[in-house]
């Protein structure tokens, strides 16, 4: 708990401490009236009570300020209290106390033990009773049922109202803490909005104008409807998936999910489908390179079906374009075109893996990337 809680729920206790000295000292100041002929030094009870008046109005003020709730005051006022119980034999008299009047303080000796207890919670509130109560059975040399009494309430009153609290600043943080959620809340909420309505609809626009053309124009096509649905992971909360240790293992499904889009539909299990980060990069690059030719040579138009066997794990690129001629993927190997050739069987022959090419003409193409769980 801190030590001065500023503002918010501890300003109604503060001020409710003022007002409980001041209401004491009234109830002190007609006790020092009726009792005053019995007192041994009459006059000095009258000076003790302008100084308790006196430091009412000092706590009251000072403890007003946040910044002034601190140990300097806290302890000053648990000091004024102690020596006024200190000086109440020689006030009061021996005898008189003995006879059973009234010390000076009474209920006033509470208020330090009020404002530890609001400052600190219940145990710098019991620490505070135990020093007035423990000072206030000592001066008074005899020890009764009453003041035994008045003791107890006193260490009740100062666990209680340091519980209490302490209940009030634990629920003021907790209210600002829900106060800033929803504000981030809302800000997302806002940026959401604008991003919906500006650059997402720019990114679809490319990606749709763009994924039928060839070359860079083509790969642009595709990059912005990469980034479309990030961006769109991205307001919806979605926390980032990229591992920051390539021998950690990622969920496949959270790499292949960025190639999804109004054109290419992507399944995946329910589960997760853990790998090494590196392998996983690898087969979503390679998942990349076969959709590359989808755009190219299908319309764009394709499917991803991630298959977990436990031993293995297969993604499939499927699409229903006119297939591969008969010894296309040689001649373009000759030509230098080698995107199936390294960008595809490279990539999966490096992790262990391998690669089957499933192609009619007329009837699409189906590429399907098997890597072992553990790579040779």
Same mark, same amino acid.
């Given at each position: 708990?801190?030590?001065?809680?500023?503002?918010?729920?501890?300003?109604?206790?503060?001020?409710?401490?003022?007002?409980?000295?001041? $209401?004491? /000292? =009234?109830?002190?100041? @007609?006790?020092?009236?009726?009792?005053? %002929? +019995?007192?041994?030094?009459? #006059? *000095? &009870?009258?000076?003790?009570?302008?100084?308790?008046?006196?430091?009412?109005?000092?706590?009251?003020?000072?403890?007003?300020?946040?910044?002034?709730?601190?140990?300097?005051?806290?302890?000053?006022?648990?000091?004024?209290?102690?020596?006024?119980?200190?000086?109440?034999?020689?006030?009061?008299?021996?005898?008189?106390?003995?006879?059973?009047?009234?010390?000076?303080?009474? $209920?006033? /000796? =509470?208020?330090?033990? @009020?404002?530890?207890?609001?400052?600190? %919670? +219940?145990?710098?509130?019991? #620490? *505070? &009773?135990?020093?007035?109560?423990?000072?206030?059975?000592?001066?008074?040399?005899?020890?009764?049922?009453?003041?035994?009494?008045?003791?107890?309430?006193?260490?009740?009153?100062?666990?209680?109202?340091?519980?209490?609290?302490?209940?009030?600043?634990?629920?003021?943080?907790?209210?600002?803490?829900?106060?800033?959620?929803?504000?981030?809340?809302?800000?997302?909420?806002?940026?959401?909005?604008?991003?919906?309505?500006?650059?997402?609809?720019?990114?679809?626009?490319?990606?749709?104008?763009?994924?039928?053309?060839?070359?860079?124009?083509?790969?642009?096509?595709?990059?912005?409807?990469?980034?479309?649905?990030?961006?769109?992971?991205?307001?919806?909360?979605?926390?980032?998936?990229?591992?920051?240790?390539?021998?950690?293992?990622?969920?496949?499904?959270?790499?292949?999910?960025?190639?999804?889009?109004?054109?290419?539909?992507?399944?995946?299990?329910?589960?997760?489908?853990?790998?090494?980060?590196?392998?996983?990069?690898?087969?979503?690059?390679?998942?990349?390179?076969?959709?590359?030719?989808?755009?190219?040579?299908?319309?764009?138009?394709?499917?991803?079906?991630?298959?977990?066997?436990?031993?293995?794990?297969?993604?499939?690129?499927?699409?229903?374009?006119?297939?591969?001629?008969?010894?296309?993927?040689?001649?373009?190997?000759?030509?230098?075109?080698?995107?199936?050739?390294?960008?595809?069987?490279?990539?999966?022959?490096?992790?262990?893996?391998?690669?089957?090419?499933?192609?009619?003409?007329?009837?699409?193409?189906?590429?399907?990337?098997?890597?072992?769980?553990?790579?040779?």
């Amino acid at each position: 708990m801190p030590s001065s809680p500023s503002g918010g729920f501890a300003d109604p206790l503060w001020r409710s401490v003022a007002v409980f000295r001041f $209401a004491s /000292l =009234a109830y002190v100041g @007609l006790l020092v009236l009726r009792d005053a %002929g +019995r007192y041994a030094h009459p #006059v *000095a &009870a009258g000076g003790v009570l302008l100084v308790m008046l006196a430091w009412s109005g000092v706590t009251a003020v000072g403890y007003a300020r946040p910044a002034n709730r601190r140990w300097p005051l806290l302890l000053a006022d648990l000091g004024v209290v102690l020596a006024i119980l200190a000086v109440t034999p020689w006030v009061v008299g021996r005898p008189a106390l003995a006879a059973g009047v009234p010390a000076l303080a009474v $209920a006033w /000796l =509470a208020g330090p033990v @009020l404002a530890w207890a609001v400052s600190g %919670g +219940r145990r710098r509130g019991t #620490v *505070a &009773a135990l020093l007035v109560g423990g000072t206030d059975l000592v001066t008074r040399g005899r020890i009764g049922p009453s003041s035994l009494t008045g003791a107890i309430l006193l260490l009740l009153a100062g666990a209680v109202v340091g519980h209490v609290a302490r209940l009030a600043v634990s629920t003021e943080e907790r209210l600002q803490r829900a106060v800033e959620l929803e504000a981030a809340t809302r800000e997302r909420e806002r940026l959401a909005r604008d991003i919906h309505d500006s650059v997402l609809q720019v990114l679809s626009l490319v990606q749709r104008r763009g994924a039928h053309l060839d070359g860079e124009a083509g790969e642009l096509a595709r990059l912005a409807g990469q980034q479309e649905v990030a961006l769109r992971a991205l307001i919806s909360g979605a926390p980032p998936t990229s591992p920051a240790d390539p021998g950690d293992e990622v969920d496949l499904r959270s790499l292949l999910s960025g190639y999804a889009s109004a054109t290419v539909q992507v399944s995946a299990p329910a589960t997760p489908v853990p790998l090494p980060a590196s392998v996983a990069r690898e087969v979503a690059a390679a998942t990349a390179a076969a959709l590359d030719n989808v755009r190219r040579h299908a319309d764009g138009r394709g499917w991803v079906l991630v298959e977990d066997e436990g031993d293995t794990v297969t993604v499939s690129v499927r699409d229903a374009g006119p297939g591969i001629p008969a010894g296309r993927l040689v001649e373009a190997a000759r030509q230098g075109r080698l995107g199936v050739a390294q960008a595809i069987r490279g990539r999966m022959t490096d992790l262990g893996g391998e690669v089957r090419i499933i192609s009619t003409p007329g009837e699409g193409t189906e590429i399907e990337l098997m890597v072992p769980r553990r790579s040779r």
